[in-house]
């Protein structure tokens, strides 16, 4: 009834007033909102996506990182007796030291360590040598491809004024058990 009273003029500005309100209501409840989770998810699958590449970086990385590690396994896994494994252990000791210049006045094989996982195959050395030579045969000895690494060292100068010295060396290298 109190809608009827109005003039024409009152009775439009009425209908815009309450379509304004509905538009105002509308986009407050429900189209605000949904821009802002829109966005929102926008921002999220951008994140998402740079954390996949990022995993799928990890995960070539590891496919090449495992190929090597198989290989390094494979080299180092047990093939024969500790006392065959001691033997090839010496001859790259022997070999190294030959290419580098470096005289060998011992080699005695340690008893191996084992454990649950490994063995510890320990050898020392004494030798005689300049000291470049020298460092470059500890350089050649613990490379990659050697697998052996220096424990410790002890280096005792000759006498006589020249650069040589008397080194004894603890030579260590793992093989993992079956």
Do not use: C, H
Request: aromatic share 10%; proline share 2%; no cysteine.
């Amino acid at each position: 009834m109190a809608f009827t009273s109005l003039s024409k003029r009152e009775k439009n500005i009425f209908i815009a007033l309450i379509i304004i309100i509905s538009v105002s209501a509308f986009y407050a409840v429900v189209l605000e909102p949904a821009v802002k989770k829109w966005s929102g998810m926008d921002s999220q699958i951008a994140l998402r996506q740079v954390k996949l590449k990022k995993y799928l970086g990890a995960v070539r990385d590891l496919k090449e990182y495992s190929a090597e590690y198989k290989k390094y396994i494979a080299a180092i896994k047990k093939s024969g007796s500790d006392e065959e494994y001691m033997a090839f252990v010496s001859s790259q000791i022997e070999e190294t030291a030959r290419n580098s210049g470096v005289y060998i006045r011992a080699l005695k094989p340690s008893a191996v360590k084992s454990d649950k996982l490994y063995k510890k195959f320990i050898v020392e050395t004494e030798l005689d040598s300049p000291v470049k030579d020298l460092a470059g045969f500890l350089y050649q000895l613990q490379s990659p491809e050697r697998m052996l690494k220096v424990d410790s060292m002890s280096l005792i100068a000759t006498s006589g004024g020249s650069d040589s010295v008397k080194a004894r060396v603890f030579i260590s290298t793992v093989l993992f058990k079956d």
